[in-house]
């Protein structure tokens, strides 16, 4: 058979396979705007429309030979209607198909996140989708291209799922195998820092991960992992656990040297004096290593003899230290270290250098809102309180009195070595001047004196010698009822006033104002007594009544009641008005309170009076009611017949 019949035979063949349905090769031939032309040896050539391309791995051009699916034959227009994308869907599903069937891994590229997981397509055709929980990788992996297994497939409602997870713990399972099926606990294994994190690093060692934890990392103490150790170092740790069947390492570096504690009670005893460096300070004291892996406590009362706010005042970390061992607790492992004990105790002598009531020169040393320290040498420091600033001033905070660093002379007031109470005073460098109060002052004597200062009970006015004495608010005035004292007085003002009180051992002189003059209520009883009629002016008007003014500073009250035996007054302001004179009758007196009760009604006779019961009178009815009359028995005065 000639090779022109042969090609003529593989030709028809081909022509023969052209039908609905089947897959054909075909080549590209011409490319429009919107479609493409492909010559698969049909009459007409192929036409694909442009938009199958889209999203396709690769997109052919003239020339590429493909294949395609046979959708139509001669449609309206003569063109064979075929598709690229159904043939390559064919071929991708049959891929899918085969590598569930045999669990075989294929590429995926994440295209999208939801809720649930992460969108997949797997050479651009078939949707995917990996659960969330399937995902080996721990970032985002939003755009990558995976590798993973098909754990589900449904070609009819092209529903794939897959998963990365299963093909990492396939791998992660076949390492373990290849690298420990023959290591056991106490082996030493080599492999790299992968990732850490804040309990300890993950270290790799090909696939597969075993845990270092922080406290497995050394004897001594480590702050932050990342301090001691990093990503991408290469170390050789000690299987401490391995778990073959949950694939599970636990690893350390510390145990790969013995203990430090194990030679301390060969090493070091109480009383030892060392060398240290202070690894780690915090607010209750310094932890100081002595050597790798072995540190003691330096509390913060143990660092110098003197009052130490926070180790970090004096101490920091990396520093090198000469300590004193106080104490070591073999069964909780712990060891207490001293600075100051180098050094003998200062307060032990302090009574005989600086004994009580001597006068002394030292530094302020601080200042705070209560009072100031003062420091003399070998570190020792006493406070003067606010209090023992001054006598008499009112300091609202010691830096009025004195600044830091200035050189004070303080008296020695109280040592108490056993409670590190070291007490100073700076007023009592001089005499109090309350000791000759008495002397200068007594009861009843007239004085001058500047206002220091108002509160909203009296004023505070500054006498001799810086002495304080205080004007109450009830002895401003006999007269006028003051509620605040700077409604009289404003503060630099110079006044005289009467000494009421004098209480030095309370450090206190009470003062009047008013006392300066004669009380007008003194003799008021006789002057109007009860019953007797006075003449007086409105200067006040309230709901309840009118104050009338007696006597110069002295007002009595006609309540309301009181105005009218027959008549009901509602407003006093539409009978009197401020200015008015009016008369009244003394009623009663209230001596403790200075009130005095006024009538004016009680001017004249009381109508009822003269009614009596049983007496026989004519009445005039004036107003009916559903439970009586109301009646009158002469003008402005009336009674009621109840029903």
Same mark, same amino acid.
């Given at each position: 058979?000639?090779?022109?019949?042969?090609?003529?035979?593989?030709?028809?063949?081909?022509?023969?396979?052209?039908?609905?349905?089947? &897959?054909?090769?075909?080549?590209?031939?011409?490319?429009?705007?919107?479609?493409?032309?492909?010559?698969?040896?049909?009459?007409?050539?192929?036409?694909?429309?442009?938009?199958?391309?889209?999203?396709?791995?690769?997109?052919?051009?003239?020339?590429?030979?493909?294949?395609?699916?046979?959708?139509?034959?001669?449609?309206?227009?003569?063109?064979?209607?075929?598709?690229?994308?159904?043939?390559?869907?064919?071929?991708?599903?049959?891929?899918?198909?085969?590598?569930?069937?045999?669990?075989?891994?294929?590429?995926?590229?994440?295209?999208?996140?939801?809720?649930?997981?992460?969108?997949?397509?797997?050479?651009? #055709?078939?949707?995917?989708?990996?659960?969330?929980?399937?995902?080996?990788?721990?970032?985002?992996?939003?755009?990558?291209?995976?590798?993973?297994?098909?754990?589900?497939?449904?070609?009819?409602?092209?529903?794939?799922?897959?998963?990365?997870?299963?093909?990492?713990?396939?791998?992660?399972?076949?390492?373990?195998?290849?690298?420990?099926?023959?290591?056991?606990?106490?082996?030493?294994?080599?492999?790299?820092?992968?990732?850490?994190?804040?309990?300890?690093?993950?270290?790799?060692?090909?696939? %597969?991960?075993?845990?270092? !934890?922080?406290?497995?990392?050394?004897?001594?103490? =480590?702050?932050?992992?990342?301090?001691?150790?990093?990503?991408?170092?290469?170390?050789?740790?000690?299987?401490?656990?391995?778990?073959?069947?949950?694939?599970? =390492?636990?690893?350390?570096?510390?145990?790969?040297?013995?203990?430090?504690?194990?030679?301390?009670?060969?090493?070091?005893?109480?009383?030892?004096?060392?060398?240290?460096?202070?690894?780690?300070?915090?607010?209750?004291?310094?932890?100081?290593?002595?050597?790798?892996?072995?540190?003691?406590?330096? !509390?913060?009362?143990?660092?110098?003899?003197?009052?130490?706010?926070?180790?970090? @005042?004096?101490?920091?970390? +990396?520093?090198?230290?000469?300590?004193?061992?106080?104490?070591?607790?073999?069964?909780?492992?712990?060891?207490?270290?001293?600075?100051?004990?180098?050094?003998?105790?200062?307060?032990?002598?302090?009574?005989?250098?600086?004994?009580?009531?001597?006068?002394?020169?030292?530094?302020?040393?601080?200042?705070?809102?209560?009072?100031?320290?003062?420091?003399?040498?070998?570190?020792?420091? +006493?406070?003067? !309180?606010?209090?023992?600033?001054?006598?008499?001033?009112?300091?609202?905070?010691?830096?009025?009195?004195?600044?830091?660093? @200035?050189?004070?002379?303080?008296?020695?007031?109280? #040592?108490?070595?056993?409670?590190? /109470?070291?007490?100073?005073?700076?007023?009592?460098?001089?005499?109090?001047?309350?000791?000759?109060?008495?002397?200068?002052?007594?009861?009843?004597?007239?004085?001058?004196?500047?206002?220091?200062?108002?509160?909203?009970?009296?004023?505070?006015?500054?006498?001799?010698?810086?002495?304080?004495?205080?004007?109450?608010?009830?002895?401003?005035?006999?007269?006028?009822?003051?509620?605040?004292? @700077?409604?009289?007085?404003?503060?630099?003002?110079?006044?005289?006033?009467?000494?009421?009180?004098?209480?030095?051992?309370? /450090?206190? #002189?009470?003062?009047?104002?008013? @006392?300066?003059?004669?009380?007008?209520?003194?003799?008021?009883?006789?002057?109007?007594?009860?019953?007797?009629? #006075?003449?007086?002016?409105?200067?006040?008007?309230?709901?309840?009544?009118?104050?009338?003014?007696?006597?110069?500073?002295?007002?009595?009250?006609?309540?309301?009641?009181?105005?009218?035996?027959?008549?009901?007054?509602?407003?006093?302001?539409?009978?009197?008005?401020?200015?008015?004179?009016?008369?009244?009758?003394?009623?009663?007196?209230?001596?403790?309170?200075?009130?005095?009760?006024?009538? &004016?009604?009680?001017?004249?006779?009381?109508?009822?009076?003269?009614?009596?019961?049983?007496?026989?009178?004519?009445?005039?009815?004036?107003?009916?009611?559903?439970? +009586?009359?109301?009646?009158?028995?002469?003008?402005?005065?009336?009674?009621?017949? !109840? %029903?």
């Amino acid at each position: 058979m000639t090779d022109d019949k042969i090609m003529m035979e593989e030709a028809l063949k081909e022509f023969e396979n052209i039908s609905n349905g089947n &897959i054909v090769k075909g080549t590209v031939v011409n490319m429009t705007a919107e479609e493409v032309f492909v010559d698969i040896g049909y009459k007409s050539e192929g036409v694909i429309p442009l938009k199958e391309f889209q999203g396709i791995e690769q997109t052919p051009k003239v020339g590429d030979e493909i294949k395609v699916l046979v959708k139509r034959l001669d449609d309206p227009r003569g063109n064979v209607r075929v598709s690229y994308r159904d043939a390559i869907s064919k071929a991708v599903w049959e891929e899918i198909i085969d590598a569930e069937k045999n669990n075989t891994p294929l590429e995926f590229k994440i295209t999208g996140k939801n809720k649930g997981g992460y969108e997949a397509k797997y050479k651009g #055709i078939v949707d995917c989708f990996m659960p969330r929980s399937q995902v080996a990788e721990r970032e985002d992996v939003m755009g990558m291209t995976l590798k993973a297994v098909i754990l589900e497939m449904n070609r009819k409602n092209k529903k794939v799922v897959i998963s990365s997870r299963k093909l990492a713990d396939e791998k992660k399972e076949q390492a373990f195998e290849d690298i420990f099926s023959d290591k056991n606990e106490g082996d030493l294994v080599r492999g790299k820092v992968s990732r850490l994190k804040d309990f300890g690093a993950f270290v790799d060692f090909g696939g %597969v991960e075993g845990l270092l !934890h922080v406290k497995d990392m050394s004897w001594g103490r =480590i702050n932050k992992v990342e301090d001691f150790i990093h990503v991408g170092d290469e170390i050789e740790a000690l299987i401490l656990s391995i778990n073959k069947e949950k694939k599970k =390492i636990s690893l350390g570096l510390k145990q790969k040297t013995p203990e430090p504690w194990t030679i301390v009670p060969e090493k070091y005893n109480e009383g030892d004096v060392i060398d240290g460096v202070v690894k780690n300070l915090t607010d209750y004291g310094a932890f100081v290593e002595i050597i790798p892996g072995l540190e003691g406590l330096l !509390h913060v009362s143990d660092i110098s003899w003197k009052k130490v706010g926070k180790p970090s @005042q004096v101490l920091k970390p +990396g520093e090198n230290v000469k300590v004193k061992i106080l104490s070591i607790n073999n069964e909780e492992k712990k060891i207490s270290l001293g600075i100051r004990q180098l050094t003998s105790d200062p307060w032990e002598k302090l009574p005989q250098l600086y004994p009580v009531d001597t006068i002394v020169e030292g530094k302020v040393a601080k200042i705070i809102d209560s009072g100031i320290f003062v420091a003399f040498p070998n570190d020792i420091e +006493g406070f003067v !309180h606010i209090s023992d600033l001054s006598w008499n001033t009112k300091i609202g905070h010691p830096s009025e009195i004195v600044q830091d660093g @200035q050189e004070v002379k303080v008296k020695v007031l109280e #040592i108490d070595p056993e409670k590190r /109470r070291f007490k100073l005073g700076l007023k009592q460098l001089t005499p109090d001047p309350w000791q000759e109060v008495a002397k200068k002052f007594s009861e009843n004597q007239v004085v001058h004196g500047k206002v220091n200062n108002l509160t909203k009970f009296g004023a505070f006015i500054s006498l001799d010698d810086g002495i304080e004495g205080l004007l109450h608010v009830s002895d401003l005035s006999w007269t006028k009822k003051v509620d605040n004292p @700077q409604d009289m007085l404003k503060k630099g003002d110079d006044i005289k006033v009467k000494i009421l009180s004098i209480e030095p051992e309370k /450090r206190r #002189i009470s003062l009047g104002l008013k @006392q300066l003059e004669g009380d007008p209520w003194q003799d008021i009883y006789e002057k109007y007594p009860k019953n007797s009629i #006075i003449e007086g002016k409105v200067v006040s008007i309230m709901k309840y009544g009118i104050f009338v003014e007696i006597a110069d500073g002295v007002e009595g009250l006609v309540h309301v009641s009181d105005f009218s035996w027959t008549e009901r007054v509602k407003d006093p302001s539409e009978k009197f008005k401020k200015g008015d004179v009016v008369k009244a009758k003394i009623i009663n007196y209230d001596k403790d309170k200075r009130q005095i009760a006024l009538g &004016i009604k009680q001017l004249e006779e009381d109508p009822y009076e003269k009614y009596t019961q049983g007496t026989d009178v004519k009445v005039k009815i004036n107003k009916v009611m559903n439970f +009586g009359v109301g009646v009158e028995l002469e003008p402005s005065v009336e009674g009621f017949i !109840h %029903v």
